[in-house]
């Protein structure tokens, strides 16, 4: 009886210990693949917020206040901007964005990432049209709540400009 537990065990451990030797080899030789990807899908979601810059430059990336400022480069290596992903508080948990902003400190792009804001009130601020509404506006707009809430909802498109000020504001003594 000893015996068969014994031996069951070995074979356990024997098959156990091929598929932990295959999986590491699959994993060392996908790794690179899955670690371009990353950086091609974090570069595609940069250029839909700052869509002058063909190329992001991580190893430049500006920090102050807590957030990291990602240059965006054009075709002649130039900073045309910056992309920022910002987490702040909103109704009902973290929104989190990213934001695009030009040298003159003006937004050029939002984009809603993650939230967990109420269905049909406040997850209304992952629509294009309310994010786009975005574009062109610096730090010296104030917030209006008639023009940039919606109905029954005005806490999520309060905290998503909070959050674009606290970058903006940060932007400002990354940018001197």
């Known amino acids: 009886m000893e015996n068969r537990f014994i031996r069951f065990g070995s074979v356990l451990l024997i098959i156990a210990a ?3 030797g295959c999986l590491a080899g699959v994993n060392s030789m996908t790794k690179g693949v899955i670690e ?3 950086i091609a899908t974090a570069n595609a979601a940069r250029k839909e917020v ?7 430059d991580e190893s430049l990336v500006k920090e102050n206040e807590g957030l990291k400022f990602i240059p965006g480069m054009d075709s002649s290596e130039e900073i045309v901007g910056y992309v920022v992903v910002v987490d702040q508080g909103g109704y009902g948990g973290n929104i989190n964005f990213s934001l695009g902003v030009d040298l003159e400190g003006k937004i050029t792009g939002l984009r809603i990432m993650n939230h967990q804001e109420t269905p049909g009130l406040g997850a209304k601020i992952t629509g294009i049209d309310w994010e786009n509404h975005w574009i062109g506006k610096d730090k010296a707009y104030t917030f209006n709540k008639s023009v940039d809430a919606f ?3 005005t806490i999520s498109p309060s905290c998503v400009y909070s959050g674009i000020q606290k970058a903006l504001s940060a932007y400002a003594g990354v940018n001197k």
């Open 50 to 56: 700052l869509p002058t810059a063909v190329k992001f």
């Open 18 to 20: 091929i598929s932990a």
């Open 151 to 153: 109905a029954g909802a």
């Open 36 to 38: 371009n990807n990353k």
